[in-house]
Every structure is written in structure tokens, then in C-alpha cells.
């Protein structure tokens, strides 16, 4: 219970109109695994998916069940989480030369997801966009105009 405890504090929730809310958290068990996790309010686990790396933040969609856990920065995944049945949908690899920088956000309307990335070998900071309509393909990127960025709200 303490692992879920812990996991409670910054943990990002997802809620329909129909449903209570779903806290998420990135965490790692005793013997090393990293997991991809939800729980109810009262701390009853609801998916447990076992992930390859450490996990970092969540990036919830505001209309559909579904949330990108980033991977701890420097990372080169971020993974798309149907919360629905605490699944894998799919996986978003880094792009050349970027990195992921373990945050991001949905456009208000869902139809882009912003992932902050260190780019080049300087870390100069950029942002990511991935549309989640064609399976998150990096469709641009604009600059952040600093090194080594990381949340993004």
C-alpha cells in the first residue's frame, strides 16, 4: 500500500463524465521493474503494465481514455496507454538528434500532443508535435529557445 501511497502525490488523473477518477503513476518495484500504473481513489490498483524503462510523467488526452507516459530524461520512447484496459496502443520512438525530456502535453482539443526534446548535442530544447490521429507521427517542432527543457504545461 505504501508504493501506492507514495505514487498519490503530483500523480496526474484521468476522468469521463461517467466515471470516477483514475490516478496514474510511473513507479518501480522492489526487484527493479518499471510499471506503468492506475488506482482508484482509494488506492485499488486498476492496471499494473509492466514497462521497459523508468517512466516519468503522464500526458492525459482530454477526451478519449488514453495517456503517453514519457520515459525519464533523457528518454527515447514515450508509451500510449489505453486506460481503459491498461494496455499498450503503441509506441512513439525519438526522432534523430532529440530526446524525450519526460513531460508533455494534449492540445486542448486532443488532436496534438507536445512533447518538450533536447536537440543536437548542445540539449538546445525544442518542442515536439505528435498527432495522435495518424498513430503519433512527429508531424513538426518549434524551438524552445533555452537548454535542457522539461515540464511543459
Given at each position: 500500500?505504501?508504493?501506492?501511497l507514495?505514487?498519490?502525490?503530483?500523480?496526474?488523473?484521468?476522468?469521463?463524465?461517467?466515471?470516477?477518477?483514475?490516478?496514474?503513476?510511473?513507479?518501480?518495484?522492489?526487484?527493479?521493474?518499471?510499471?506503468?500504473?492506475?488506482?482508484?481513489?482509494?488506492?485499488?490498483?486498476r492496471?499494473?503494465l509492466?514497462?521497459?524503462?523508468?517512466?516519468?510523467?503522464?500526458?492525459?488526452?482530454?477526451?478519449?481514455?488514453?495517456a503517453?507516459l514519457?520515459?525519464?530524461?533523457?528518454g527515447?520512447?514515450?508509451?500510449?496507454?489505453?486506460?481503459?484496459?491498461?494496455?499498450?496502443?503503441?509506441?512513439?520512438?525519438?526522432?534523430r538528434?532529440?530526446?524525450?525530456?519526460?513531460?508533455?502535453?494534449?492540445?486542448?482539443?486532443?488532436?496534438?500532443?507536445?512533447?518538450?526534446?533536447?536537440?543536437?548535442?548542445?540539449?538546445?530544447?525544442?518542442?515536439?508535435?505528435?498527432?495522435?490521429?495518424?498513430?503519433?507521427?512527429?508531424?513538426?517542432?518549434?524551438?524552445?529557445?533555452?537548454?535542457?527543457?522539461?515540464?511543459?504545461?
Amino acid at each position: 500500500m505504501l508504493v501506492w501511497l507514495a505514487a498519490l502525490v503530483g500523480a496526474p488523473t484521468a476522468h469521463a463524465a461517467d466515471a470516477e477518477p483514475l490516478y496514474l503513476s510511473a513507479r518501480d518495484d522492489a526487484a527493479g521493474r518499471h510499471y506503468a500504473s492506475g488506482f482508484d481513489p482509494a488506492g485499488a490498483p486498476r492496471f499494473d503494465l509492466t514497462v521497459a524503462g523508468r517512466g516519468h510523467a503522464f500526458a492525459v488526452h482530454p477526451r478519449r481514455p488514453e495517456a503517453v507516459l514519457f520515459a525519464r530524461r533523457p528518454g527515447q520512447v514515450a508509451l500510449v496507454i489505453d486506460l481503459a484496459r491498461g494496455r499498450l496502443l503503441a509506441t512513439i520512438e525519438h526522432v534523430r538528434d532529440r530526446l524525450f525530456c519526460g513531460h508533455g502535453v494534449y492540445a486542448g482539443d486532443g488532436g496534438l500532443l507536445f512533447a518538450t526534446e533536447e536537440a543536437g548535442e548542445d540539449g538546445h530544447g525544442v518542442v515536439g508535435c505528435y498527432d495522435p490521429a495518424r498513430g503519433y507521427r512527429r508531424v513538426g517542432e518549434f524551438p524552445t529557445h533555452g537548454i535542457g527543457p522539461h515540464e511543459l504545461t
